[in-house]
């Protein structure tokens, strides 16, 4: 799909996963970032109303003067409203309104807003609040793609099977497998990435590991995407590209062996 | 150190529990039924199936396995003879040709067509040792769509 020469609209993906604390937020914030760094103007909305996140994980929290519903509701522009990343002026934040809540949200409105972004930026991300309820209804009524956020636990998966269900075949779908440990699935103590889609069956976008640079990053607002190199880093770089529809492999998650893990190795040992 | 050998001896892994979990939750959620009408179903089933052969109750088994995004019954019902013994214990003794004639002939009277030839071929189920023999009844249906 070319994007970009043309003044075709944009794409607009939502990225949800039913449950919450999954990472939707943190993946929307790296995807814009590596998708911006390729040079492609990105807006980021937070569909999250009442509990709005993302300004925060973006480091631009300081910086926000209006938000998604002063929008829709006309009381200022967009251009009023969206908040340029500090350290790349192609990447956008529109954040969502703290003091309301999910049902003051017109649903029309919404779709109308995300069409309007569409028409001057080549990616809209829509983080999308947990649940499946008013919050969800909102955050897809614009999109035409989905990425599903997934950790190898049940309840997760349990939960995106049924978020895939709502969304049907219009949102084609892609996996990215979040907080992976290598180590675990190794010992049979966690859900693999095969595991995961045997169950959910679904184009896999890639595969991001429980580093605790991500934490660090967060916590200083900072996305981890912002840098180059680095196996995460590159692997939400990797994902930006096949989104944008570069091939490229589906990023994964390798085991980095130890000496000891090769000593057990060598003496005939567990291989789970 | 303890953990290491219970790993090094072969303790089931928590994430085969977690798969198992995750199959039986999603089978439920997809077909939209309570377990208990899982149970149900498969109680009518076996009381069908019952009534032309006899099934080892406690070794059946229905799944519910996933084709891409449809859903299909698996059950797997042992048949451990192919006539009913009296009272139905669940015990398939050796009998004698005699018993087996007239008791599958009073079981699938409509389909006998010689005494002689039904006693034969019954005489050689009935005569072997009472192995289980497992049959996959393989009845494949889309059950429910999900969502």
Known sequence: ?272 | MIDFLKRFFGQSSSSATAKERLRLVLMTDHIALAPEIIDNMKRDLVEVISRYVEVDREKVEVNFEREDRSLAMLANIPIVAVNRPNGGSGQPAVQTPADVSSRAGAAVAPNVVSPGAHAATNAQVASAPPRRRRRKKNATRPVAAPG
């Open chain 1, 1 to 272: 799909m070319a994007v970009g020469a043309s003044p075709a609209r944009g794409r607009a993906i939502v990225v949800t996963s039913g449950k919450g604390g999954v990472g939707k937020t943190t993946t929307t914030a790296n995807l814009g970032t590596a998708l911006a760094a390729r040079g492609a103007r990105v807006a980021l909305v937070d569909a999250d109303v009442g509990l709005r996140n993302l300004d925060v994980v973006l480091g631009l929290e300081s910086r926000v003067k209006h938000h998604l519903i002063d929008v829709l509701e006309e009381r200022v522009s967009i251009d009023d409203a969206l908040v340029a990343s500090k350290h790349n002026e192609t990447l956008m934040l529109l954040a969502a309104a703290q003091t309301y809540e999910k049902e003051d949200v017109d649903t029309e409105k919404m779709r109308a807003l995300i069409e309007s972004l569409r028409e001057r930026f080549e990616y809209v991300l829509i983080d999308c609040p947990a649940g499946i309820e008013t919050g969800f209804k909102n955050a897809i009524v614009g999109a035409d793609e989905a990425i599903v956020v997934c950790t190898p636990e049940v309840s997760a998966v349990r939960d995106v099977d049924r978020v895939v269900g709502l969304l049907g075949n219009r949102f084609k779908p892609q996996l990215i497998v979040n907080r992976l440990r290598p180590l675990l699935v190794k010992k049979g103590k966690m859900l693999s990435v095969q595991d995961v889609n045997a169950i959910l069956r679904l184009p896999l976008l890639g595969v991001i590991a429980d580093e605790p640079e991500i934490i660090v990053t967060t916590n200083k607002g900072e996305p981890l995407a912002l840098r180059k190199d680095g196996q995460t880093a590159s692997a939400y770089h990797a994902m930006a590209a096949r989104i944008a529809g570069d091939d490229v492999a589906a990023p994964t998650v390798e085991l980095k062996e130890t000496f000891i893990d090769k000593l057990g190795t060598l003496f005939g040992g567990r291989r789970a």
